[in-house]
């Protein structure tokens, strides 16, 4: 294994990126991916990578050795077309966006397929917001196309799953029933209004959603409610948000830049890769990076 070093230089000065707020990070390459687009891990610390280029899920054991491949090309139950998001946050459940075929598909840990249900398109959020439904094993509905293109999924704490629609460029919440509940971020939000959704997080306190249209963070309670937006003008080309050890990690092509949920902007991380970063997962001591086409493994400091 590559030994790794951090490098801290200049004075500090709180919520400015200043010199010393900027991390230099070793890391070691783990593997490579065609056409990577998410990172998620679960509390077991097992790691998922949406890879578009082959149309997979790859599960990672918590030392990053390739363990599982869920799915594969298709529209049928349990395949894929362009999945561009995981959520594996409970440890019990996986949910996939699925992008190109317009729906999120559930997965036991296992890998066995649970269910998918479809990504409306807006006329059907104006008829009185129905229940999706939920397509299970042998349904012959489950490949039936929809209007909708989820791009990134994240669960809160009481199962609620939200879902950015990137055709319409606002968020979607569905309850624990699968029932679709809420528009988060649409036409006449005000200052929760959403530009150009790209990524979500969560805790259990806050949803948080990147917006390259914005470049910035707009930040919802677990109801869709906003609350505030931080990182203004300092998230262009945003493309991957994570959270843990009680922080925000807004994952830019060529820096991570890690928040307080209050918005302070704590520290920068650069870590040297062969492509622009794509995501990041926090697994205790460990910082795993994401690029487009591969996987890397770094420590962060005490």
Do not use: C, K
């Amino acid at each position: 294994m590559l030994l790794l070093g951090a490098v801290v230089s200049g004075l500090a000065r709180p919520g400015l990126a200043q010199p010393a707020d900027t991390l230099h990070l070793a890391a070691r390459h783990v593997t490579r991916f065609d056409d990577a687009r998410a990172l998620a891990a679960d509390p077991a610390g097992r790691l998922y990578v949406a890879d578009a280029g082959r149309d997979v899920v790859v599960r990672l054991t918590p030392a990053g050795q390739v363990d599982a491949t869920l799915g594969g090309p298709g529209a049928s139950e349990g395949q894929f077309d362009e999945p561009t998001d995981i959520d594996p946050t409970n440890g019990l459940v996986l949910v996939v966006a699925d992008a190109g075929n317009g729906r999120l598909q559930r997965f036991s840990h296992e890998g066995r397929f649970l269910e998918a249900w479809p990504v409306p398109a807006a006329t059907d959020l104006e008829t009185a917001m129905p229940p999706a439904r939920a397509y299970r094993p042998a349904d012959t509905a489950v490949d039936a196309p929809t209007a909708g293109r989820p791009v990134a999924v994240v669960s809160s704490a009481l199962d609620d799953t939200f879902v950015i629609d990137e055709i319409q460029g606002h968020v979607l919440m569905w309850d624990e029933s699968r029932r679709l509940v809420q528009v988060i971020g649409g036409f006449g939000a005000g200052p929760g209004a959403l530009h150009r959704p790209v990524a979500l997080a969560a805790d259990a306190q806050a949803l948080y959603v990147a917006d390259a249209g914005r470049h910035a963070i707009v930040v919802y309670d677990l109801r869709g409610q906003y609350l505030t937006t931080f990182a203004a003008g300092q998230a262009r080309d945003v493309r991957g948000l994570s959270t843990g050890r009680g922080r925000v990690w807004v994952v830019l092509p060529g820096v991570i830049r890690v928040y307080d949920p209050q918005g302070m902007l704590r520290r920068s991380i650069v870590v040297p890769t062969d492509a622009p970063l794509r995501d990041v997962a926090v697994v205790g001591e460990r910082l795993w990076v994401l690029t487009d086409t591969g996987l890397y493994e770094t420590f962060l400091p005490e």
